[in-house]
């Protein structure tokens, strides 16, 4: 059975946009928002060269990797074909407009990931009593 963990309200996160939720251990979580107010959480490590998919540009239920435009689908965390690969899947569920994540999975999952050496990526993961931080949508 799950426990789950308050994150945010829905609108604290930017339509197309993204937060960043810490964990005490592993790389930080994405969290987004499409246009239709679904909410999706991944591992902010793009599966190609880990690039901050926090920072990607959020259509459908996909997320365009900033650095080298990998599509990842969010609902199961996998590139589209062409492109192979997946980044961790976190469980979310919205009740009430409260973003929940899974307490366990934050506890569990991808915690010996790494972020890259060098790049955009490696500034993700900073710890600090700042829990999350807000990821302005991009604009074409
Ligand atoms: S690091 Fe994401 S597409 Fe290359």
């Known amino acids: 059975m799950s426990e789950w963990k308050k994150i945010c309200l829905v609108n604290d996160i930017p339509v197309l946009g993204s937060r960043r939720v810490a964990r005490e251990r592993g790389m930080d979580v994405a969290v987004f928002r499409n246009s239709e107010d679904q909410v999706f959480a991944v591992l902010d490590r793009c599966p190609h ?12 239920t996909s997320v365009a990797c900033p650095l080298h435009n ?7 965390g996998c590139a589209r074909a062409p492109d192979e690969g997946c980044v961790q899947k976190f469980s979310c569920k919205v009740e009430a407009g409260i973003v929940h994540l899974d307490h366990t999975e934050l506890a569990t999952l991808a915690i010996d990931v790494t ?8 500034t993700t993961g900073a710890l600090g009593d700042a829990s999350f931080d807000v990821q302005a949508p991009h604009t074409a």
């Open 49 to 60: 060269k880990g690039g901050p998919l926090s920072q990607g540009i959020v259509f459908g």
């Open 70 to 76: 990998w599509t990842i689908e969010l609902e199961d």
């Open 115 to 122: 972020p890259p050496r060098a790049g955009p990526g490696s």
